[in-house]
């Protein structure tokens, strides 16, 4: 005689829930063991070219004269430009790039309100590029910070035979705040092995905003920054792109540092769910298949399906999350994470992971955008949140 059919129901359920949380405290294990393998290639330039850095800002950060001032202090032997734009004027951020001024002579800061399509950042780019001198261009993020020899490492990578650009890891480091310290955990204990994972078993060939390096002649062969206006993922397409043209990307072995300073747990949401759905756009298939990468969450729900093992598969889970969070901090030498948050940042992130996939909207500093089946922004019309 068969269970009855809510009964066996929930047997399935909690067991499925169970082999996920299974299969996933194997990849949290072999996560660990693929970040303590990856290599960490550091070259030399065989000649030092002349670079332009590109720094599209907006609006006030935290900390930001500090981080520009990262990309000035570099041991480089060629001359280094340096234009930091805005699309609109902030005094906050003018008064950061007049601190840095006087460590480098060449800085230029450009004001300009011109779109060029919906994603903003890309338009700002746009607008910098035509003061640019030199014939590689360097473009980071405003909420990254480099070390010293960021550009000679970046440059030594883009003279390699057949490289198109190059490209770099990045681990989060927390501003002020409990809210920050989730937003850099997501970071340094999700994201950055992840990638790892899936640049080690050739899963996926990533570009980040973090920096990418790369020679004006490659930036007009795949049609200049007008050509990715309107794209969420706009890094990643440019990667795509590059790629396309017949080149590879490099990324070397070394991390950059990512300051996150969401101040609340809205703003820590709105952030995660956006980069969600920024994946999610990219490839819908094998983020579906990142469900595995939450093995706490999915033993709490084999529980609460009835599931006998599963709470002990949780503390298991929890194990291997801290071992992999370990393994980061040895590899990448960062400073002990805040392990007691690691419960709650697992099921902040599952939150995530569900929660991009009902609806299209995205939050993106301060503006409001939908995301198209193609992965294309469209302009919230009510326009600032």
């Known amino acids: 005689m068969g269970l009855p059919n809510d009964t066996e129901f929930f047997y399935f359920i909690s067991h499925f829930f169970d082999f996920l949380a299974g299969?996933?405290?194997?990849?949290?294990?072999?996560?660990?063991?693929?970040?303590?393998?990856?290599?960490?290639?550091?070259?030399?330039?065989?000649?030092?070219?002349?670079?332009?850095?590109?720094?599209?800002?907006?609006?006030?950060?935290p900390q930001l004269a500090p981080r520009l001032a990262s990309f000035c202090d570099q041991r480089f032997e060629a001359p280094v430009q340096m234009i930091c734009g805005m699309l609109a004027p902030c005094e906050a951020a003018i008064s950061a790039?007049?601190?840095?001024?006087?460590?480098?002579?060449?800085?230029?800061?450009?004001?300009?309100?011109?779109?060029?399509?919906?994603?903003?950042?890309?338009?700002?780019?746009?607008?910098?590029?035509?003061?640019?001198q030199h014939d590689i261009f360097v473009f980071a993020d405003s909420d990254?910070?480099?070390?010293?020899?960021?550009?000679?490492?970046?440059v030594a990578e883009l003279e390699r035979p057949g490289i198109g650009a190059v490209t770099c890891l990045y681990h989060g480091l927390p501003a002020?705040?409990?809210?920050?310290?989730?937003?850099?955990?997501?970071?340094?204990?999700?994201?950055?092995?992840?990638?790892?994972?899936?640049?080690?078993?050739?899963?996926?060939?990533?570009?980040?905003?973090?920096?990418?390096?790369?020679?004006?002649?490659?930036?007009?062969?795949?049609?200049?920054?007008?050509?990715?206006?309107?794209?969420?993922?706009?890094?990643?397409?440019?990667?795509?792109?590059?790629r396309a043209a017949g080149y590879e990307i490099a990324i070397p072995g070394f991390t950059l540092g990512h300051l996150c300073f969401d101040q609340s747990l809205r703003k820590l949401l709105a952030h995660e769910i956006r980069t969600a759905r920024t994946i999610k756009s990219i490839d819908t298939i094998g983020y579906c298949g990142t469900i595995i990468t939450h093995p706490f969450a999915l033993a709490l729900l084999a529980a609460l399906?009835?599931?006998?093992?599963?709470?002990?598969?949780?503390?298991?889970?929890?194990?291997?999350?801290?071992?992999?969070?370990?393994?980061?901090?040895?590899?990448?030498?960062l400073p002990l994470q805040p392990y007691l948050l690691i419960p709650i940042r697992d099921l902040i992130s599952f939150f995530v992971f569900v929660s991009s996939f009902f609806g299209t909207a995205v939050s993106w500093r301060g503006f409001s955008y939908h995301v198209t089946s193609d992965g294309r922004l469209e302009a919230d019309r009510n326009g600032v949140q």
């Open 176 to 242: 002020a705040g409990l809210w920050s310290r989730y937003a850099a955990l997501a970071i340094n204990a999700h994201f950055l092995p992840s990638v790892i994972f899936a640049l080690t078993f050739r899963l996926a060939e990533p570009c980040f905003g973090s920096t990418v390096a790369l020679r004006r002649s490659t930036l007009a062969r795949i049609g200049g920054f007008g050509a990715f206006a309107d794209h969420l993922a706009d890094d990643y397409a440019i990667g795509e792109a590059i």
């Open 23 to 61: 299969l996933g405290c194997l990849y949290l294990l072999v996560a660990a063991a693929v970040v303590l393998r990856f290599p960490d290639r550091r070259r030399e330039p065989l000649c030092p070219e002349p670079v332009t850095i590109m720094k599209p800002l907006h609006g006030e950060e």
């Open 144 to 154: 990254i910070e480099v070390g010293r020899d960021y550009l000679r490492n970046i």
């Open 305 to 333: 399906f009835g599931a006998n093992d599963s709470l002990l598969l949780a503390s298991i889970a929890l194990a291997c999350r801290a071992l992999l969070c370990r393994c980061v901090e040895h590899r990448f030498h």
């Open 97 to 132: 790039v007049g601190k840095i001024a006087p460590l480098n002579g060449t800085i230029e800061l450009r004001i300009d309100p011109r779109e060029h399509g919906s994603n903003r950042k890309i338009s700002n780019l746009a607008n910098i590029h035509a003061a640019a």
